[in-house]
Structures are given as C-alpha cells and as structure tokens.
C-alpha cells in the first residue's frame, strides 16, 4: 500500500474510533422578558451560540419569576425539566433536595470559581458541598430612582430620610405628580416592603425580623411602624397602580409622569435600554437607612440526559461566571459583577456606588438578603409575609392588625 493510501485509511480508522464530540444544546428557562432584561439575556444568548451552543429560549414573563417558577413546578413534575432555569437563594437547595439538580462542581473547580466570588454568595451556590447554582450578578434591592427634572422643577433634592421621602412626595403630590410610580403585584409591594424594613428597623432588625424570624420583632412597635409607611406609601401611588408591571412604572419615572421608584436596579437596566443617563435624566440614591439587600441572580442546571445536554450545561455554566459575560451581561442589566476581578472602569455612577457600598456593608455586617426576591428565606415562610404585606396595601387594615397577622402567618408557615 502506498503511504498516502495508508495515511488516508487510517485517517478513516480513527474517525470512526475517536468519540463523537458532543454539541451543547441547552433549554433556558428564565424570566428577562423587559427591555433591559431581553438585552442583558441576549448577552448569554451569543456567547453560547459563539461557542457552538444551541440554546432554546424558555422566557416565561412576569416580574419577580413568580410565574416563571410555577411553569418550571410543571415542567419537573411531568419528567421534562429545562436544562438550565434561572433559580436563587434558598429555592435551589429546595430544589436540589428534591433530587432532580445535577453536581456542576468540575467546571466550578476547572474554573476556579471559589477564588473570584465572595465567600458569602458562593455558599448560596453549594448545595450539601457540590457547586449546583452558577452566579450571574449582585443587584441591589434598596435603590430609589428619580426623574431629574422632576425633581429638580420641584425644589426636591433626593431624601435622605423617610421623613423627607414623605415630605417630598407631599409636595409632589400637590404639584400634580404621581410621587411614587408602583405596580400592585405582590413581590412589587414586597419589594417597597423590605425597603421600608430596611430604613426603619435598621440591618439588625431586618435581620432578625426577615432571616431569623424572630417573633418578637416582627409583632414589635417598630414592625408597626414599617406598617404605618407602608400606609403612607398607598397614598402616594396613582389609581391605576393595579397589575401593573415593574418596567411600566420605570417608564412613568422616564417620562415625568412619577417623580420616583423603589426597586432593584435591574430599573437602572430599564433606563440604560432607553437611551436615559444616570446623573442627568434619572438619578439613583440608595433607600434612607443603613444596610444593602443583595439578590444574586443564579442558573441551576436540571438533571437531563443526553451528551448534548450536558455539554450545553458544561459550557452555560463556565460562560456565564467568566469575566467576559460578568462585565458586558452586567453593564446592560444594571447589576454588577459578582466575579471580585472584574474591573469597573466601563460601568455608572450608580453601580460604582453598588458596588462600593456592598464592600463596605459586607464589612460592618449589613450585608443582607432580599427576603422579597427570594434570598433569605423558603418559599412558605417568604410567601406567609408577602401575603399580609399585599393584603394590607390593598386594604384599609390597621398597622396593629397587619403586625398581628404577620406574626400569626410566618409562625404556622414553619
Ligand atoms: C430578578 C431580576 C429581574 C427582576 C424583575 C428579580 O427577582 O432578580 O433579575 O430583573 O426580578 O423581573
């Protein structure tokens, strides 16, 4: 045999020995489905198909992901879980304790992942000491965002405490602005909820109150005062507040119909997709009070079959904590970096404060999780709270009343 022909068959040979590489594909459920959020996910989308990944998108609207979790509830009961869902706090260990989250530790390892994120939230990915969540970013919740000109065309300077929100959005008020832009959605009340909480009972209250549970501070005269702003804040929303979504409010603060918002800073996201300029068409001031509450957006991968399956698992996994996806993912969705190594010279005011501001509260013990987006408690206790806080915004119960319900619900939610 000539050499070529040699060369040629056993070219054949080794074809038909070596394994077939396997072609990630994964099926994404999340729930980005705003402006800003489309973007930022869009993100993820590129870099996975610019590495051979074929991604099927599994968008389930609504803020929150309340309604994005009940379609995943269905999607695992009927033994057909997405590949990857986007998933945080305690609801991934819930879910790995049902048995259905695969052990993604070798690309944590591989990638050295417990060397760039802060201890704190990679104790949120591990699940019984396997690596089962990867982290996308840290949004802050205890933001309010402000129209510029509104503000400025009513002498309001942004406040500092909850007096001069109350005194400013009086003023608003009687000037003929809708002070607070708000949608009535339970986790959107809950979100102005844990911000009041915050301001109010200060870190170690919150503490107590929405991680520990602590009975006596959550039927406590302050939990009654938290109530009492929560009244106040009911006044300072339009008629049509309703079932309207979070990104709808953001346009009302953008285009001058609501001079402010209290939510995360995937609002910034929102401002940012619209062209507006932090500083100068919109401002961002962290809520009146100590503290910061994280929520740290995070994918589960589900346990699925097939070689492609997991390779697309593989590949999301290792993307989505690389510093490439950390800084552009973050820049369009108005979070920050988790990863500690990703400069921020390309990112706003407001992030930097983000991120200044996490270093410091990480420091003195502020540092704490969004009880409303999921992170500091189970689903039953979180959703026991969220039930009487929704229930007495859109009622005309007594602060005493909610605080009583409240102790009641979070005690026969355990
Ligand atoms: C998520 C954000 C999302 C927001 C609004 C939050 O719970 O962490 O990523 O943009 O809900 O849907």
């Known amino acids: ?67 994005a979790m009940t379609a995943l509830r269905a999607r695992v009961l009927s033994g057909n879980a997405p590949a990857a869902v986007q998933l945080k706090g305690p609801a991934i260990q819930e879910w790995y304790e049902e048995g259905v989250l695969a052990d993604i530790s070798s690309v944590a390892e591989a990638e050295g992942w417990a060397d760039v994120l802060p201890a704190s939230i990679a104790e949120h990915m591990k699940c019984e000491g396997h690596w089962c969540a990867a982290p996308v970013n840290v949004h802050r919740v205890d933001w309010i965002w402000a129209n510029a000109e509104v ?31 708000h949608g009535g959605q339970a986790w959107q009340d ?27 501070t959550l039927s406590s005269p302050e939990m ?12 300072y929303v339009d008629e049509n507040f ?36 932090p500083g100068e068409d919109f401002l961002c001031e962290s809520a009146p009070g100590d503290g ?16 492609d399956k997991k390779a697309g698992q593989e590949l999301l996994a290792k993307l989505i904590v690389g510093p490439n996806f950390q800084k552009v993912f973050n820049l369009n969705k108005g979070s920050i970096p988790v990863r500690t190594d990703v400069a921020l010279d390309e990112f706003d005011s407001c992030a930097k404060k983000s991120s200044e501001d996490m270093a ?21 206790q979180a959703g026991a709270i969220t039930d009487v806080v929704t229930a007495h915004f859109n009622s005309d119960m007594s602060s005493e009343d909610a605080v009583k319900m409240l102790a009641e619900a979070v005690a026969n939610s355990m």
């Open 190 to 216: 809950a979100t102005v909820f844990e911000v009041v909480a915050l301001g109010l009972l200060g870190p170690d209250g919150f503490k107590k109150a929405f991680v520990d549970l602590d009975a006596d």
């Open 242 to 277: 309703p079932g309207r979504d979070w990104n709808l409010a953001t346009a009302m603060v953008m285009n001058g119909e609501a001079a402010f918002q209290i939510m995360g800073d995937w609002a910034k996201g929102e401002f940012l997709a619209a062209g507006k300029v």
């Open 360 to 380: 410091a509260a990480s420091e003195n013990g502020s540092l704490l999780p969004s009880y409303a987006h999921g992170m500091a408690l189970r689903g039953a």
């Open 1 to 67: 045999m000539k050499l070529s022909a040699l060369a040629a068959s056993s070219a054949v040979l080794f074809a038909l020995a070596a394994p077939v590489a396997a072609e990630p594909q994964a099926e994404v459920l999340h729930w980005w489905t705003s402006g800003g959020e489309a973007k930022a996910v869009g993100v993820l989308q590129e870099e996975f198909s610019a590495n051979g990944g074929t991604w099927t998108d599994m968008p389930v609207a609504g803020g929150g992901g309340d309604a």
């Open 224 to 235: 009654v005062a938290v109530f009492d702003q929560m009244r106040k804040m009911r006044g």
């Open 292 to 307: 910061y509450l994280y929520n740290v957006d995070s994918f589960a991968m589900f346990e699925v079959d097939g070689d």
């Open 151 to 181: 503000l400025a065309a009513n002498g309001i300077e942004m406040p500092t405490t909850w007096d001069e929100f109350n005194a400013a959005a009086d003023k608003l008020k009687e000037a003929g602005v809708i002070p607070l832009a």
